[in-house]
């Protein structure tokens, strides 16, 4: 099971990272929400460089969980990641 709060790292436009958020969401997994696209300046530069350190292509959704860090809406890695086994 997940120790640390997950990361997502999202756009605002993005259908893949309004799909991990809801996926989170109805998992009922407590996460900490960037919307980079909503940031300026400084702090947005300084989020950039968090993720591409995670992810060098810069795409989203990143989304972090503990030290596994998955690029793209992979619900079957997600939740794997979550320790939150598929319900099939």
Do not use: W
């Not at 809801?22 to 460089?49: M, P, S």
């Not at 503990?66 to 997600?78: F, H, R, S």
Request: glycine share 4%; net charge negative.
């Amino acid at each position: 099971m997940a120790t640390e709060k997950p990361t997502l790292y999202a756009l605002s436009t993005c259908s893949h990272c309004k799909s991990t958020k809801k996926l989170l969401t109805e998992c009922n997994v407590e996460y900490d929400y960037i919307q980079v696209d909503d940031l300026e300046g400084e702090e947005r530069k300084a989020i950039l460089a968090d993720i591409k350190a995670l992810n060098p292509r810069c795409s989203f959704p990143t989304i972090k969980i503990n030290e596994t860090v998955i690029v793209g809406y992979k619900e079957k890695e997600i939740k794997a990641a979550l320790g939150i086994k598929n319900e099939s």
